[in-house]
């Protein structure tokens, strides 16, 4: 990505005589758009992803957005969901509701599409690690509802590769995980055939670090293992290839995003070429793209609305098939419904308003664009190259090295980040921001009742029959997804049907990389001295515990803090994303730290603070939190005994230099 990143200016005429530059959209390769008249025949979806606490709070939400003009349905589950654990699991109780909505059964599942017409809206599911139970619900939801599932419509996630980079709600190892992931590609392809059976997703790789041209790469590298994937099963790419689809992030990068979208529809035509796929319809890409969300900044939230808009319409011009626009307030919290009707409102006057939806590819033929595709195309293809050397692309996801390499990236990221233009930046003028306050408890006690209620009302020899024979299933290698569903049809839960699956593959807990390189920066060379400083004086090394609580699994900034830490000096232990809460408490009771740290991303700040607070004891040991911390929670943190609070802009300097200062005072 040479000539025009780094010179600012296009300078030179680029050789426009490569055969894809004078294609036509909805023509091979399909750089100018999938189909011919674009958003003439059909604007892109305006999907926004959500998800609230309860089944009921969330349909409620779907029925007022779809009344405000959304035209498709996009489902936030929360975490004990993503990771197969019922509502009422030990492990489960910080975040039920937190991020998104709680599905324990077919019955809330019900609940969640109870009124809306299935076979008229398309609805996006994202989910990777408990795929098999919630597809299940899914279907048997619809199905008791009235509806054929060929009539169902939709977008189930189903990428579990990048789980593992990034994200990290995975729950078997890699390579179990892929075979269930093919196993819903093979179910639904004769079961749900209008169905998109992935979505497979670069927007993570780009929240977590990396830039849009890597992001790119990545994503087609793990396309590329899970089409080899199916071909090994004997499944025709023909069809398969029709309903793969992609999810992208649009960032701030305006015109290498755009360049970004035209040249993945290339490299996709180009990859099934190469596995012998001929059908027309498989060979044009389908996206989704969502807006970036460590784009926002908390400190002046309303400028969000103008980077939303900014990277919308790079989504748009890019040629995408489906969007969702981030809410002001989401650096902050779960978004309002007033910063959520925005949001919607951006897109909509996007499509209303603008002209934007009457011309296809709007940047073709320009010089800048074309040279930007194709630079984008060669990096793409070079970077392949190097991911696939070696032992393959999905050793290397086994082995983490792509989280690792995600990880480099983030840290180098950091150091190149520019500071963010804030236009209220008096505190008296400061934005007032409510963002929406989830009230887990009742979340989880409305969750308990409605287990206990179908534990009660079920055929417990039925259910207990079904998880047996999906056990025996999973030894022998066959395709599990008929056994869920049947699982499921008789009211097994999420938990159990993960459960009986884990009997078999059981949890996977990666080994964690992090990097040891210091950031160059004027700030860490002062902390450094400082750091040296508290050693001379105090003959040792200050002891730092540093965790991911809960079930939350963005940890890009707690490698930062850990990675900057050892670097620095501090002996730091880092307990990453699924440790036990029982294993934090153990370490915390059996080591003397000076300092433990906690990293929240998903809302359990509180919670959190609060059972690690009475496990330490305040006179020796320090504890701080960072993450995603609305201003409304310093009090109550401060409360509870927190020494230090850092949100995702604070300087990384600035927490070790807190650190020191807390020893010291101790
Ligand atoms: C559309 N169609 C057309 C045209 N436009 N036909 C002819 N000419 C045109 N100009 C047809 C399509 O072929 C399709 O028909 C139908 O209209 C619907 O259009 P679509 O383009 O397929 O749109 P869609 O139904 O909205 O589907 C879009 C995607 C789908 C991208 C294919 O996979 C999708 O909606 N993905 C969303 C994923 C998502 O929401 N992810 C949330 C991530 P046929 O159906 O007959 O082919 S949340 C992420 C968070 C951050 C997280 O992960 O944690």
New binding site residues.
Partial sequence: MSSVRAKGIYKSLPNLAKSWQSSEAGQAPFVRGP????????PW?M?Q?AGFSSADATNEFFKKQLENGQT?L?V?FDLPTHLGLDSTDERAQYDVGKTGVAIDSVEDMKRLFDGIDLSSV?V?M?MNGAIMPILACYIVAAEEAGYASSSL???I?NDILKEFAV?NTFIHAPKPSLEMSIDVVEFSQKKLP?F?TM?I?G??FQEGGATPELELALTLAHAKVYLLACQKRGLDLNTIARRL???FASGMAFFKEIAKLRAARKLWHDLLVELGVTDEQALRM???C?TS?VSLNAESPYDNLTRTTVEAMAAVMGGT??L?TNSFDEAIALPSDFAASLALGTQQILQQETGLIDVVDPWGGSYMMETLTSEMIDYVNSTLISLESGEGVLAKVEQGDIAFFIHQQAMQQAQLSKPFVTSISDQQDKPQVSPRVIHSEKALESQRLSINKLKLVRNNRLVNQSLEKLKEKALSGQNLMPYVVAAIKHRATVGEVTEALCQIHPRFFPQQKISNELLDSEDLKTVRSRYQQFMNKNGRALKVLFTKVGLDGHDRGAKQVVATLKAVGLDVTYLPVLTPFSEVQSMIQNHHFDVVGISSLAGAHLDFSKAVFSCIDPVKTALIVGGVIPDHDFESLEKIGIEGIFTRHSEIGLVVNRIIELVEAK
């Fill in positions: 189909y011919r008249t674009m958003y003439q025949q059909k979806t999907r992803y498709g996009s936030a398309s996006s994202t419509r939709g977008t996630q994200r209008n998109n979505s997703s927007y993570h689809s992609f999810f389908k996206m989704h969502q969300g098939q489906s969702h």
